[in-house]
Nanobody
Framework: QVQLQESGPGLVKPSQTLSLTCTVS??????????WNWVRQPPGKGLEWMGV???????FYSPSLKSRASISRDTSKNQFSLQLSSLTPEDTAVYYC???????????WGKGTLVTVSS
């Protein structure tokens, strides 16, 4: 059974960089054909896909984030991480990690973690 668990700070200050980690159990993040995604949901709004680390190490991002996002991975720990820079209060959201496949959507999700950006 594949499980994903997000971890990171619940409160960060504006202009700082957010770092979140997703720990994966039950599957390797290098296994084809899976993709490892970050998605967020601001309060009262819909889901926003942020970016993905593909099993082969390639990564892709939403243009709306304007290069503020970066996704890395640690294969020895079976984790992948999100860094989001230049935070503003508009980045306040529940952040989710999720597994998908290269040809379709995400079907396994973590429980999500709330991140509040506030001074």
């Amino acid at each position: 059974q594949v499980q994903l668990q997000e971890s990171g700070p619940g409160l960060v200050k504006p202009s700082q960089t957010l770092s979140l980690t997703c720990t994966v159990s039950g599957d390797s993040i290098t296994t084809s054909p899976y993709t490892w995604n970050w998605v967020r949901q601001p309060p009262g709004k819909g889901l926003e896909w942020m970016g993905v680390k593909v099993f082969d190490g390639n990564d892709f991002y939403s243009p709306s984030l304007k290069s503020r996002a970066s996704i890395s991975r640690d294969t020895s720990k079976n984790q992948f991480s999100l860094q989001l820079s230049s935070l503003t209060p508009e980045d306040t959201a529940v952040y989710y990690c999720a597994r998908g496949r290269v040809w379709d959507g995400m079907n396994i999700w973590g429980k999500g973690t709330l991140v509040t950006v506030s001074s």
